[in-house]
């Protein structure tokens, strides 16, 4: 039905709805990377210690700690979306977004205000990573509802296309930094400039999605379901949930190692240089800008399953090797080519993943599903690689230990496949 309807609208329409639903998804993005890059520096700026391991822990903790209010504002938020509307939803989840990201940007350091700084830094990841859990998932929904009859994967693939964009300005933003400011200058304060500028561009974005409209598919539906029926519906799907999160577990794990954790990797690991692991950050964010749509494309074509196993199986038999050859010799050429490997994982699989999700949920609750699996994917995958990743170097001080964090979720990614695309595990995609 919903396919239907989206056909009517001209091309124009249809591009202009996925630019304003998908700056919300830029903002996210775009501060997430800056966490992660500058984590030695908010280190310690809210977290010091005498140890620079402890206080890199301690920061990446608090960013995980966003991650594990994921499900929770799935719940939460994502109920509301499917009982009030897309439109509304988006606009309520990039506020609350736009809160956590002025709370960190503004927050004074540990030096001048005490415990006070690391606590409201918790506090601004605690809200961001609440109105996360469900920004994707309504994205993706409100994009496989406006999408033309076959082109599912190609449009929800631009739900993830759009991070790549906020991955490539917020890595020319610190490169930028990187060559006009010197290390004590960014050390002191220089860090902050690119989340100042994510909080300028925060009402240019309110603009975009505010001029949404609802979608055909939704303003179609005449039942809207209670929250008694929708945490019904949940339960009564609780597999299909928990196969979609270990569905996500492969695409969540990579995007946070070649995006979040890249940066500290190539400069407290391989000992490369701020300027290198920007560079190798730009390029991967374009890389998985190309790939996503293509993935998202193919799976059209071909169908969801081949596309899903096929990379999870090339992700099993090549992640180790390829961080043993990374760990071997360090250098910059080899930091790029590992991380474009994995960035076409990531892409194909990605562009796959997101519409398969979309369609495995049942119809009433999409948004809350959709969100709920990614949400809890992401708090135990994705959220905990750069915690988990530092921990298996300093634990096995072997440079390519991150490889089995990435095993694990391409393992989990091949079995959860296997589940949810055999024949009496689908579920209708449309009403």
């Known amino acids: 039905m919903q396919q239907a309807l989206a ?23 775009f501060d997430f990377f800056l966490f992660g890059f500058y984590a030695s520096y908010i280190g310690k700026a809210f977290f010091p210690t005498s140890s620079e391991f402890a206080s890199l822990m301690l920061t990446f903790a608090v960013f995980g700690a966003g991650f594990l209010m994921r499900p929770l504002g799935a719940i939460v938020l994502g109920s509301y979306v499917d009982r009030i509307g897309r439109r509304q939803g988006l606009i309520v989840t990039l506020g609350i977004m736009a809160c956590g990201t002025v709370l960190i940007a503004f927050v004074p350091d540990y030096s001048q205000i005490g415990l006070a700084a690391p606590l409201l830094v918790l506090l601004g990841r605690l809200l961001q990573g ?13 994009l496989s509802e406006i999408a033309t009859p076959g082109h599912k994967g190609f449009y929800t693939s631009w739900q993830s296309a759009s991070q790549q964009v906020a991955i490539v300005v917020a890595a020319a933003i610190g490169y930028g930094i990187q060559l006009w400011l010197s290390p004590t200058q960014i050390a002191a304060w220089g860090w902050r400039v690119p989340f100042f500028i994510g909080c300028l561009i925060i009402p240019l974005i309110f603009l975009l999605r505010g001029s949404l409209q609802e979608t055909d598919a939704f ?27 270990f569905l996500v577990s492969l695409t969540t794990t990579l995007f946070y190692f070649i995006t979040v954790y890249t940066p500290t990797f190539g400069k407290s690991v391989l000992h490369l240089t701020a300027q290198d692991s920007l560079i190798v950050t730009l390029c991967v964010g374009l890389s998985n800008f190309c790939w996503l749509p293509i993935g998202g494309a193919l799976s059209d074509r071909i169908g969801r399953k081949p ?35 994995f960035s076409f994982f990531f892409g194909m699989y990605n562009g796959a993943m997101v519409a398969a999700l979309t369609e495995v949920m049942p119809v009433y ?56 695309f055999a024949p009496r595990k689908q579920q209708p995609a449309d009403c």
């Open 365 to 420: 609750v999409r948004t809350v599903g959709f969100s709920l699996a990614f949400s809890l994917a992401t708090a135990i995958f994705g959220g905990l690689t750069p915690a988990v990743s530092t921990a298996l170097v300093e634990m096995t001080h072997s440079k390519s230990s991150p490889a089995y964090w990435l095993l694990f979720a391409a393992g989990s990614a091949c079995v959860a496949t296997l589940l949810l």
């Open 7 to 29: 056909s009517q609208h001209p091309a124009q329409s249809r591009l202009g709805a996925v630019l304003r639903v998908t700056s919300g998804n830029f903002l996210e993005q």
């Open 307 to 341: 596309l899903l196993l096929g990379i999870s199986l090339l992700a099993l038999l090549t992640a180790y090797p390829v961080m043993v050859w990374l760990a071997d010799a360090p250098s910059f050429a080899r930091l790029l080519s590992a991380l474009l490997w």
């Open 219 to 245: 303003l179609a539906r005449k039942h809207r379901p209670s929250l008694r029926e929708i945490f019904g519906t949940i339960g009564l799907h609780w597999r299909t949930i928990v196969a979609g999160m």
């Open 130 to 142: 609440f109105s996360a859990g469900v920004e994707l998932g309504g994205v993706s929904v409100y």
